[in-house]
């Protein structure tokens, strides 16, 4: 409402200068007469510090607002990063079981095969165990062992 009349006064105004440049010289010598009146300027000073007043409340609103959207939407995004680093470690957790599961099946083939290879070195004579051992132990003397 003040907004409105702080409005309709200044059209007014705008309106009464208009007209005082239609009016004669002397009727526009009387307008300016009235504008010198303390009154009149009181009423001018008195609105255009009513729209000061409700200017500054507006903008004090709109950092208000700020402030809220700013502390909702920190507070979002920290859910969001809370969220995200639940989702990380569950990830984790599956990644690291199954390593683990590809580590013990890396593992029991590992010792399938050691156990292929012993019941096959046990089958042979020994005078060939003796012939492989002896070539091994004359590699290993001069330093290339495999």
Wanted: glycine share 6%.
């Amino acid at each position: 409402m003040l907004m409105l009349d702080s409005k309709h006064r200044l059209a007014e105004g705008a309106h009464r200068s208009s007209v005082a440049s239609d009016m004669g010289e002397d009727d526009h010598l009387l307008n300016k007469a009235d504008s010198r009146d303390p009154t009149v300027n009181g009423d001018v000073l008195s609105e255009v510090l009513a729209v000061e007043r409700e200017i500054g409340a507006k903008l004090d609103a709109e950092r208000q607002a700020a402030r809220q959207w700013l502390e909702r939407t920190r507070g979002e995004i920290e859910q969001a990063k809370l969220s995200e680093l639940t989702a990380l470690k569950a990830s984790a957790a599956r990644e690291e079981e199954a390593a683990k599961m590809a580590a013990h099946d890396k593992a029991a083939a590992i010792l399938q095969q050691a156990g292929t290879e012993a019941e096959r070195i046990r089958g042979l004579e020994d005078a060939r165990l003796i012939h492989i051992v002896r070539q091994h132990v004359l590699l290993i003397a001069r330093g290339r062992a495999e």
